[in-house]
């Protein structure tokens, strides 16, 4: 690679995160050689793995699957204790990770940046961070993660609680010690589900505010053994592998057959072997038609809605339970562990707040239009302003002044979900739109970050100024993803797939935020522009731009 002809800034490329994602674009980065700078608002990497401290946090990819597979070294030295392994242990491998590759030098702690501005006479960006540290890059890199701005729920005195409350992502640093405390836990999203099945044995009593109830199924973990994880040292590349031929990026891959095609009986023991898995089998190994088709799905959401009833005791609780609005996969899975089973025990009660909803938070606990609740500890599992959230809350400011919040007033709009007309020498690694966000996510962003890398390294061996996004590729992109949404039954859903947040006011007008045509259609299109020359995107020469400079 030839060394960087456009002097002046204080780096060539300034990463923005240190989560799954941020820490391998470092790895790549620091293997090209070139002068970068990773900033991070937490005190050190993990991203998610940082930050969600709530009691039972953990991944729901199966762990030899979640880790990094750039290097044969890491994958032989690392062992993983779960076959579905907790936020703790997570958290320790990406420490180990950048402590191995010697990254630490490159990253920057609790830096949240404030703003990145285009500097057009540079041709680079200005960016800001809270505490005032300003430095100047060629090419900025996003790695602010999918699901890291919190939401709380908007009612009238939450402030006003003189217990301990926190949202699920704001959690304890240190353990908080539940015994014989009146707990509440408001949501049950994936992180609820998480929470309430591992504190309700814990606490002294239970309520759990529910809005929408969600189709939930069973994790089914269990320890690694020392034998499970040899075999699966003398295995990656095979799982790898797997892994990569599959839409998802996990081991899971449609059944061929179509539902209605399957006999009654023999589609009831493909579903009880299926929901007596492990992992997403359940909702991305089911049958191909599972979540294109409404009469599929439905026969499919039967089966689950018995599971449930027949787990929970009290049929007007297990009622509650049943997802009434939507159909089983159309929305995230939560994956559980004997969830529907904490409603058995007496010192859990489950409040439905579509039938008595929250009025306001007081200062004791929780009024609802029948009663008030009085609670020690209040837990908000209230969900995030996904994908986009966090981009909004950087003042981003590309080519004539114009704010990339304004550019997605009705919805985000990009170029392979990597890149933004009118951002130019910006690259959203794991943005809105991209294949990385559907899929298993280290599977995902390793695509995107080798994808982005190579990228970077034609712009520099070939004396590229900058790199800009060209609008007919951006129409066409957003034009893909929203065919591929519509092929799939979420697209018809509210959920933070297509951008809804009862707690946000933004509603975005037909857009998806995931890319939905799956990972191997994804790659297929990035191959095919790396091959072309990256016809998608205007490439301006450093010579061209130095000429046309006053």
């Not at 890491?74 to 579905?84: G, I, K, N």
Request: proline share 5%.
């Amino acid at each position: 690679m030839q060394e960087n002809k456009n002097s002046g800034f204080d780096y060539d490329t300034v990463v923005i995160g240190a989560g799954v994602c941020g820490i391998y674009q470092a790895y790549k980065l620091a293997e090209m050689g070139t002068r970068f700078l990773v900033l991070e608002q937490a005190a050190d990497v993990g991203g998610t793995w940082y930050w969600n401290r709530y009691p039972g946090c953990r991944f729901d990819s199966e762990s030899e699957t979640y880790g990094y597979s750039f290097s044969e070294e890491l994958l032989q030295e690392w062992d993983w204790s779960e076959h579905f392994a907790p936020r703790e242990e997570t958290e320790r491998y990406l420490q180990h990770v950048v402590d191995k590759f010697d990254l630490r030098k490159h990253m920057r702690f609790n830096s949240r940046l404030k703003s990145a501005h285009w500097d057009p006479e540079r041709s680079g960006w200005r960016i800001v961070t809270d505490d005032g540290q300003v430095y100047s890059t060629r090419f900025l890199l996003t790695a602010i993660g999918l699901l890291s701005t919190p939401t709380l729920p908007r009612y009238e005195g939450v402030e006003s609680f003189e217990g301990l409350s926190f949202h699920t992502y704001h959690a304890p640093r240190d353990p908080v010690d539940f015994s014989g405390l009146r707990v509440a836990v408001v949501g049950t999203g994936a992180t609820g589900v998480q929470l309430i099945s591992e504190i309700a044995d814990k606490v002294g009593s239970l309520t759990v505010f529910q809005r929408r109830p969600n189709w939930c199924a069973p994790l089914n973990n269990s320890s690694m053994t020392p034998k499970e994880m040899q075999e699966i040292k003398s295995q990656y590349n095979e799982i790898f592998d797997q892994c990569r031929n599959t839409p998802s990026g996990f081991y899971h891959d449609v059944d061929p057959r179509k539902t209605l095609d399957v006999a009654p009986e023999d589609r009831e023991a493909f579903w009880e072997k299926l929901y007596s898995g492990s992992g997403f089998g359940v909702w991305l190994g089911n049958f191909k038609d599972i979540l294109t088709d409404s009469d599929a799905n439905a026969e499919f959401s039967k089966f689950v809605a018995r599971k449930i009833r027949q787990r929970v005791k009290d049929p007007k609780v297990a009622d509650k339970l049943v997802p009434k609005d939507h159909g089983f996969g159309t929305r995230r899975v939560p994956m559980e562990t004997k969830y529907y089973e904490v409603y058995n025990q007496d010192n859990v009660l489950l409040v439905d707040i579509g039938d008595t909803p929250i009025e306001r938070i007081t200062p004791s606990g929780i009024r609802t239009s029948n009663k008030e609740y009085p609670f020690d500890i209040i837990i908000y599992a209230t969900g995030f302003d996904a994908v986009t959230g966090a981009f909004d809350k950087i003042d981003f400011v590309g080519e004539d002044g114009l704010k990339l919040k304004d550019k997605w007033e009705d919805g985000p709009q990009t170029s392979f979900g990597l890149s933004v007309d009118g951002f130019p020498n910006l690259l959203t690694l794991a943005g809105p739109q991209s294949g990385s966000v559907a899929t298993n996510f280290p599977r995902g962003i390793e695509e995107a970050v080798d994808w982005s890398s190579q990228f970077l390294g034609y712009l520099l061996d070939n004396d590229v100024g900058y790199f800009k996004a060209k609008k007919s590729a951006e129409e066409f992109w957003g034009q893909h993803v929203q065919k591929m949404s519509e092929r799939i039954l979420f697209a018809k859903e509210q959920s933070w797939f297509t951008g809804y947040n009862s707690n946000v006011d933004r509603k975005y007008r037909n857009r998806c935020l995931i890319y939905a045509g799956g990972q191997l259609r994804f790659r297929e299109f990035l191959k095919v522009e790396s091959l072309g020359g990256y016809p998608s995107f205007d490439l301006v020469s450093l010579d061209r731009q130095q000429s046309s400079s006053p």
